[in-house]
């Protein structure tokens, strides 16, 4: 018969057993949920930088590898793939070859989209647009972009960039993460989690969204474009909205004012710093900075996006009217002015993200309304930029994630046709930040389907932006799952060629 005292601890060893498994399961589905509970998140240390040069607020990367040329970058995505051929990549010999079947020597049995795989006929299609040279460099530009046309020797255009992407997810997830697959972080969660903030009252990463006059259609741009991947959430891009409240749930709620806010945060914090101390997991330390921030940001931003502050000389520049609208462009060129006033105030990545670029269908009309969207705000922004001495350390750039075939998807008509997906060459143009201004960089054989000098990929040019930025592209990384991340994976090499 067991004493009372064997049935204590008999008890006491079922409890410690029963506790230990259910420990091991806990364990188990802390480490499924989140992953960073059980890793460390370190960023491989950085070579010493030039006296001074050192990143922001909250920066992984204690000092930079290189002397930043930029300090920040306003990267203007044109969602949906533009037409190099239309815009940039000008070919005089394609009016001779129009109507004609695109050569299987030039094709080279590459992979095509499932939309036009089924054609029996592909033929070639010379743009219906008129093309001039200008600037220094002698630069060809097409008449659907008169005011881009202006700052040609102020920019620098890559007619060489490539992807092995064809279509549209893939391809943008591959643009701006680094990888076809979803999540990992966005170039912009990169350099926030890498070179930290400049301002403690906005974000150090902002995006903005505006839908063009082209497709209406177009692809839909997922969240996770400007996400932070697996490092922590406080990286991820805000998005600023075009019309109400800028940011959702920011201003205070009726019947709470500023001070019951500030109570209601100290509380808030207090609880969420003894969860932390109490379970380790470092993203409620992101949830407390995240209230922070929101509070912060409820001074900081309507001052950010109060436009009257502008000269009427200023909003003429970017097409908009005394209350800072555009008719018919979606909210981008007020998107682009509120770029630069951010640039002003040290956020660090903006991005502006304009639907409609994709023409399968009815692209000269189509074009032209995209074209007529973004043309004078994106030259303006960077005149803008140039005038307030801000393009030489901002780094901007334009285009999206492919271009388009030669040849014509469905019917070619006298006037009207469409493309279809190519990644095999497209066009991109930089400014600012380190770049070398009025280059043209790559080309492309007559046919604008494959690059014959000077090819850019997607990581190459990942890599050249990290570099204006002064962060060696193989030195950011994130350890996640037994190995370091980076943006670039295992590939991409800086084109020199472009900086200044």
Known sequence: MLSDT?????????????????????AALA??????????ATA???????????????????????????????????????????????KPSLRKIHGTELPEAIRQGQRLTGMTSGQKSFPCVAPMFDFKQYGKSGAWVSELLPHTSQIVDDIAIVKSMHTEAINHDPAITFLQTGSQQPGRPSLGAWLSYGLGSANENLPAFVVMISQGSGNK???????????????????????????????????????????SRRTMLDASAQLNKMAADAFGDPEINTRIAQYEMAFRMQASVPDLTDLKQESKATLDMYGLDADGNHPTDGGYARNCLLARRMAERGVRFVQLMHRGWDQHSSLPKQIRGQCKDVDQPSAALIKDLKNRGLLEDTLVIWGGEFGRTIYSQGTLSKDNHGRDHHGRCFTMWMAGGGIKPGLVY??????????????????????????????DHEQLTYRFQGRNFRLTDVHGNVVKALLA
């Open 44 to 90: 491989t240390p950085a070579s010493p930088a030039a006296p001074g040069v050192s990143p922001g607020v909250g920066a992984a990367l204690k000092a930079l590898q290189f002397a930043p040329k930029a300090k920040r970058v306003i990267y203007l995505v044109m969602s949906g793939g533009p037409s190099h051929i239309d815009l940039f990549d000008y």
């Open 442 to 471: 790559g080309e492309t054989d007559d046919y604008s389907y494959n690059i014959v000098k000077d090819p850019v990929h997607i990581h190459d040019f990942n890599a050249t932006v990290l570099r204006c930025l002064g962060i």
């Open 31 to 40: 480490s499924l949920l989140n992953p960073a509970l059980l890793s460390a």
């Open 6 to 26: 064997n049935i204590s601890t008999l008890l006491t060893r079922r409890q410690l057993f029963g506790r230990t498994s259910a420990g091991i399961g806990t």
């Open 217 to 259: 259609t177009d692809q839909p741009i997922f969240s996770r474009l400007w996400g932070s991947g697996f490092v922590p959430s406080q990286h991820q891009g805000v998005r600023l909205r075009t019309g109400g409240d800028p940011v959702l749930y920011l201003s205070n709620p009726a019947g709470i004012d500023g001070e």
